[in-house]
C-alpha cells in the first residue's frame, strides 16, 4: 500500500491548487481517505475526509466553501480542490487512509497509511 500526494506549490492569494493523492497496492476506492495539513510549529489539522460512498465526508469549517474533495477511480487518486486560497492555508498537505475497515466511515479511528507529503505556500 503507498500513497503519493503531488501538486503543491507557490500560488498567490486568492488562486487555486488541486492536490493528488495517488494510490497503490489497494483500491482506494473501498476505504476513507483523509487529507491532513500541519504548519511550522503547529500542529497537524484534519482538512477533509472521504468514506467509501461519501455518506459520512466532511471538510473542515476554515476552510468550508473554498476547498473541496473527490476521487477518480480510473485512476485510483484522489482529489483536494483548493480555491481561493489565502496565506494561513501554506502548510505541508498529506494524504492517508485507513485501509483495516472496508467501506469505513468518516472519521475512521485512526489512519494506517500516509503519504509523503506536498508543500503548499500561498503569499499574500
Known amino acids: 500500500v503507498q500513497l503519493q500526494a503531488f501538486g503543491g506549490g507557490l500560488v498567490q492569494a486568492g488562486g487555486s491548487l488541486r492536490l493528488s493523492c495517488a494510490a497503490s497496492?489497494?483500491?482506494?476506492?473501498?476505504?476513507?481517505i483523509g487529507w491532513f495539513r500541519q504548519a511550522p510549529g503547529q500542529e497537524r489539522e484534519g482538512v477533509s475526509c472521504?468514506?467509501?460512498?461519501?455518506?459520512?465526508?466532511y471538510i473542515v469549517d476554515s476552510v468550508k466553501g473554498r476547498f473541496s474533495i473527490s476521487r477518480d477511480s480510473a485512476k485510483n487518486t484522489a482529489y483536494l480542490q483548493m480555491n481561493f486560497l489565502e496565506p494561513e492555508d501554506t502548510a505541508v498537505y498529506y494524504c492517508?487512509?485507513?485501509?483495516?475497515?472496508?467501506?469505513?466511515?468518516?472519521?475512521?479511528?485512526?489512519?494506517?497509511?500516509w503519504g509523503q507529503g506536498t508543500q503548499v505556500t500561498v503569499s499574500s
Open positions: 492517508a487512509t485507513e485501509t483495516t475497515t472496508p467501506g469505513g466511515s468518516c472519521p475512521p479511528m485512526g489512519y494506517n497509511y
Open positions: 497496492g489497494f483500491n482506494s476506492d473501498y476505504y476513507v
Open positions: 472521504m468514506s467509501h460512498n461519501d455518506d459520512s465526508n
